[in-house]
């Protein structure tokens, strides 16, 4: 069972560029989660996805970030432009089909630095 | 709407100490609870839950039980070793929403 795959696994770039995390959920889970977690404010959800489907994106900062999610077995995080307040490591999680299965499953995370 | 409390760290033991890491909660309805940990440089992986009052979660010598009288779900160990030093996180989640709640974490030092 290889878990949730997230890459890469550090980045390091510089302000202004554009910063495309990858996430591959474990098969067979239905929800994906993308969280940030920082020293200041913890760990955050940005975005959830169900079955695909951007379901609340309340926790997007702002407009410079956008995921996707175009099949089951693959979604991206990008940041566009990135700027120094971005740096913080993002996780990725997944959670299996059913109201029984509360257990979400992370990601190793992608330690992102923006200098 | 939900939240989770939990003590602040860093919680500093020695080896063989007894741990104790509260947790409390505001939710609506009858939350399930949840206890993650994280390991250095990983993600959270999930420790113990419970869903319902009274329920006890129990794994690798860890114990939380569901108090809904005082909104408490704290996590228990009798005896910690260096390698349990890692980040605590209590979660819930309520009945009508499938997004979990997370505290800010607890970190937990112990030494030999």
């Known amino acids: 069972d290889a878990g949730v795959i997230q890459s890469p696994r550090h980045e390091v770039t510089e302000m202004g560029q554009e910063v495309t995390l990858r996430c591959k959920p474990i098969?067979?889970?239905?929800?994906l989660f993308w969280y940030r977690q920082t020293m200041m404010r913890g760990l955050e959800l940005l975005i959830y996805f169900n079955n695909n489907v951007p379901i609340d994106d309340s926790g997007m900062p702002e407009d410079r970030f956008s995921a996707k999610m175009p099949n089951a077995s693959f979604s991206t995080l990008k940041i566009q432009p990135s700027e120094p307040r971005d740096s913080a490591v993002y996780f990725c999680a997944s959670r299996p089909q059913g109201t029984e299965s509360y257990e979400q499953y992370f990601g190793p995370g992608t330690r992102l630095t923006v200098t | 709407g939900d939240s989770v409390t939990q003590m602040e760290g860093p919680v500093t033991l020695s080896e063989e100490a007894f741990l104790t890491i509260n947790c409390t909660y505001t939710a609506t309805g009858y939350p399930s609870l949840f206890w993650y940990v994280q390991y250095p440089g990983e993600g959270l992986q999930l420790l113990l839950k419970?869903?319902?009052?009274?329920d006890k979660g129990s794994n690798k010598g860890f114990e939380a039980t569901y108090r809904k009288e005082t909104t408490s779900f704290h996590l228990e160990k009798g005896s910690v070793q260096v390698s349990d030093s890692a980040v605590y996180f209590c979660?819930?989640?309520?009945?009508?929403?499938?997004?979990?709640?997370f505290g800010r974490g607890t970190s937990l030092i112990v030494h030999p």
């Open positions: 419970a869903t319902k009052a009274d």
């Open positions: 098969s067979g889970h239905n929800s």
């Open positions: 979660a819930l989640r309520s009945g009508g929403s499938y997004i979990p709640t």
